[in-house]
């Protein structure tokens, strides 16, 4: 357990040794969506690193609604960087909110960050409408697990968006576990205070001067857009389409993600030798 600025502990796990790469998990999900990367990244000779936001996963679950802002989040991956690679730059990956989050942390923080690997994901919403569309659909949600907790919500429709459109997989279902034992006040309270509100970084892309790869499943229309504005506005971004992949493409098509992802996070490492 790491020590957040505020005290709250949150769940960490690192693996390997060499170049770390944090791996932030989509809204609702928890480190377990990230399993199946382990093992290939460490034995490519990388330090894996997966971790739970607050509210989420075996992390702590504070009660006051003001503990959850997209600030302590920043902190929050600060913390957990501290605790597994102390005073080094690593590759952030994240899968939809964990992408946005850690676009973020690289414009807060960008002495640690070292690349970026952004995987279904959006750098938030310029139109008004589309953001107050999305900040209701996070509501809903998280009114619906208020009122009927953890069981019924991951045997809802819900499930492609959090195990993907496979959950016969085996890495599915152990993610899916994961995400049935969590607290569902504690996800109700981030999707509030932190991933409905999330301020947008589109302005903000082009001072974010890293290595970045934008990856999207070939089928997860929702983001296909965004991964082509994130291409086009981040420096130093490359875009890839993963054939037949949905939103959880690490999942999904894992041997497609983990290949692109390795030559993307060699050419990282090879070009800081």
Known sequence: MVSAPDGTSLHAEAYGEGMPVIFSCA????????????APLVEAGFRVVLWDYRGH???????????????????????????????????????????????????????????????????????????????ASVEKTAAYLEAKGMEPFVASRSVTMMVGTRPELPEAQAALR???????????????????????????LAGIDVPALVMVGEHDTAYLRAAEVMEARLPRAQRVVIPGGNHIVNIEESE????AALRFLTRVRDAAL
Do not use: C
Request: glycine share 12%.
């Open 178 to 204: 994961a995400i049935a034992e969590q607290d569902p006040a504690g996800l109700a309270r981030f999707g509030r205070g932190i991933a409905g509100p999330a301020p947008s970084v589109i302005d903000d």
């Open 27 to 38: 809204l609702n999900t928890t480190h377990e969506n990230w399993r199946p990367q382990v």
């Open 57 to 135: 996963g075996r992390s702590e679950v504070p009660a006051d609604s003001g503990a959850y802002t997209m600030e302590r989040v920043v902190e929050d991956l600060g913390s957990v960087l501290d605790w597994a690679a102390p005073g080094e730059a690593a590759v952030l990956a994240g899968l939809s909110f964990g992408g946005l989050a850690s676009l973020h942390f690289a414009l807060r923080r960008p002495e640690r960050v070292r690349g970026l690997l952004l995987v279904d994901s959006g750098p938030g919403f310029k139109k008004p409408e589309a953001q107050a569309r999305w900040e």
């Open 256 to 259: 497609a993600f983990d290949a």
